[in-house]
Each structure stands twice: as C-alpha cells, then as structure tokens.
C-alpha cells in the first residue's frame, strides 16, 4: 500500500510518500520563513499564497524521490485540522483533486495526532497506549492515547501555547523570529536562576492545563516595567538577553516537565510521546529524559525534524486506512486553533 501525505496547516508546505510498513519511501518540506520573517510571526494570507506556488511542485518532487507515479498511489491523506483556514484549504483541494482523478481513497488526517504519532516512525515497538503531548506555537496539550485512533484530551493551555510564548519573548528581546530556536540559543549563555518568573499550574495536583501569558508578562514587566513601551527602543544588554533568556526557558520547561510527568501519575500510563516544534528544544528534551530515569516511564520524543510540520507524520493516515476509515469528497477543514 503506498499513500501520499499532504500537510500545509500553517506556513510549511510538505508532501511525504510511505508504505503501510512506515517506510519513507519520498519526502520534501517547502518552508515560508523567509516570507514571514519579517513580520515577526505568520501572515495568514501570504502564507495560503505560498501554498498555492509550492504544493504541486513539492508534491511532484516527493513522488520523484520515491520513483513513483501518480498511478502507483492507493491513497491520499491530507491534515485537515486545526490550522490556518486559507493553508489548509490549498491542502484539501489539492488531495480532492487526486481522489477524483484517481479514484482512491482520502483520508483525513488531524494534525496534533499526527505530531504525537511521528515518534512511531522510529521506534520498532507499538507506542500505543501512552499519553501523547504536543508542544507547538499554538498548542500544548496532553492526551491520554489508547490506540493511534482514540485520542481522549486531558488537558491543555488555557491562554498561549508554549511556542508562541517563545515567538513572543523573542520578540521583546530583540531576537530573530522563529523564537525558539533563538531564545534557546540565548539561553546557552544564560544563568536560568536570576530571575524567578512564574510557573502557572505547576503545583497544583488536580490540573493537566498550562498557562503561559502570566509567564510572558512577567517578562515584558521584567524589560519595561508596566508602562507602554517601544520594546525596539530598549538598550537591552547581551547579559540580560541571555539571563532573560534561561530563566523564562527553565519556567516553561518546568510547566511542561511537571505536567507531562503527573499525566504519567494520573493516567497510570507506561509511556510518554511527545512532539511538535518545542519538542526539538534540547532543555526539554533533557529534563524529559531525567524525569524518565528517575519516574521509571518509557520516553519516546520525535526525532528534530519531525518536530517541526513536516508530512511524514500523516502516515497516522495508514492507521485510519486500515480501519476503513476514509472520507468522501466533501470533506471540509476545520481550521479553529483548538485552545490546548
């Protein structure tokens, strides 16, 4: 069985080829970064646009790689949810349009799951059951996994999600937009112990939930006080921007640690999985691996590059299959950024 994956949730444009054995057989991520850079954050409009350029050449460059046509295709999966209403949309009708003229089967595909699922592309053991986490820019949030098809939320972030209060604190601090990757480079050189920003939830044994705007303000009052600030105009030193840097990573770090080991306690579960773009932040997965050892839960983390959007995660699309569990050809998207 060989199924193409599309994805265009946000601002990368992917297409992957597998097989019903989770081997890769082609994939190729168009990013937008450059578009967007400017910005500080994604243009919903420029973004769809961008899709629009990129989805049949990335499309046709995945099925070269895989040295495969059109015709060998048994399937088509596309993320259909949650996201950006104009990307997905370019996604959608791009796989519609294969099914039709093809006439294979579409199957939908939700993309949290589907970040959650990437850590079975390399693991040689069934991950499921386990509690699922994903960490992105716009969502982190905790479910409990009984099989790649029944997904039970128990929890998520009530205000930002952790990577767009990195996107946000970069942007206070003068760095560079993705603010992950930036912020936690700053945090290199940083002592995470001088300033002692807030950790919501983290101590409180009945909640699965996170909340990251308290955490952002703190650092905006930290920078410029409570008044109204042109944050460009702040003569912020190299020290602070690493200090500041270390010490809101290790707040965020420490909500998500503690939260994702008291799902393990709550749900009695064996396994952790955890994916999307923050899961690629090596203090993360650090402190992950420590909580592991010393809790005695198995930690399955996706691999770097499968942190990011990328395609080969629908390949959850061939569990979905297996079940019979395709959709007719007016599928719609569900774009709502689903708070969690």
């Known amino acids: 069985m060989i199924i193409l994956t599309i994805e265009s949730t946000c601002d990368e ?18 990013s937008q970064l450059a578009l967007h850079e400017r910005f500080g954050g994604v243009v919903p409009e420029i973004a769809a646009r961008a899709h629009v350029e990129s989805i049949l050449p990335v499309i046709d460059e ?12 048994d399937a088509v999966a596309v993320a259909t949810k949650p996201g950006l209403a104009g990307s ?11 099914c039709l003229a093809l006439d294979i089967p579409l199957v939908a595909v939700d993309h949290l799951q589907a ?5 079975q592309l390399d693991c040689d053991q069934d991950l499921f059951p386990c509690v699922g986490m994903v960490v992105s820019g716009g969502h982190t949030s905790l479910y409990n996994c009984q099989s790649p098809l029944e997904f039970e939320l128990l929890g998520g972030t009530i205000d930002d999600a952790a990577g767009e209060a990195f996107d946000k604190v970069a942007k206070m601090l003068g760095l560079p937009f993705p603010g992950g990757p930036a912020v936690s480079a700053a945090a290199e050189q940083g002592d995470p112990g001088r300033f002692q920003f807030p950790r919501s939830f983290l101590n409180d044994p009945e909640r699965l939930e996170f909340s990251f705007s308290g955490l952002k303000t703190a650092v905006r009052y930290q920078l410029a006080g409570q008044g109204q600030v042109d944050f460009e105009q702040l003569d912020i030193s190299a020290e602070d921007v690493a200090d500041i840097s270390a010490s809101f990573q290790e707040a965020v770090v420490d909500c998500l640690v503690g939260k994702a080991v008291l799902a393990i306690q709550k749900t009695g579960a064996e396994r952790l999985c955890v ?3 923050v899961a690629a932040n090596r203090r993360f997965r650090l402190r992950l691996q420590e909580q592991a050892a010393e809790q005695g839960f198995e930690l399955h983390i996706a691999r770097p590059e499968l942190c990011t959007d990328n395609a080969v995660m629908g390949a959850i699309a061939i569990e979905r299959l297996k079940a019979g569990l395709t959709e007719s050809l007016e599928l719609d998207i569900q774009p709502g950024l689903v708070r969690g």
């Open 13 to 30: 444009t992917a297409a992957a080829v597998l097989d019903d054995q989770l081997q890769v057989l082609g994939s190729v991520v168009a």
């Open 275 to 277: 994916g999307g773009g």
């Open 62 to 73: 995945a099925l070269r790689q895989a040295g495969l046509t059109l015709a060998e295709l």
């Open 88 to 98: 997905l949309l370019v996604g959608l009708m791009a796989a519609k349009s294969l």
């Open 115 to 119: 970040h959650i699922f990437a850590c």
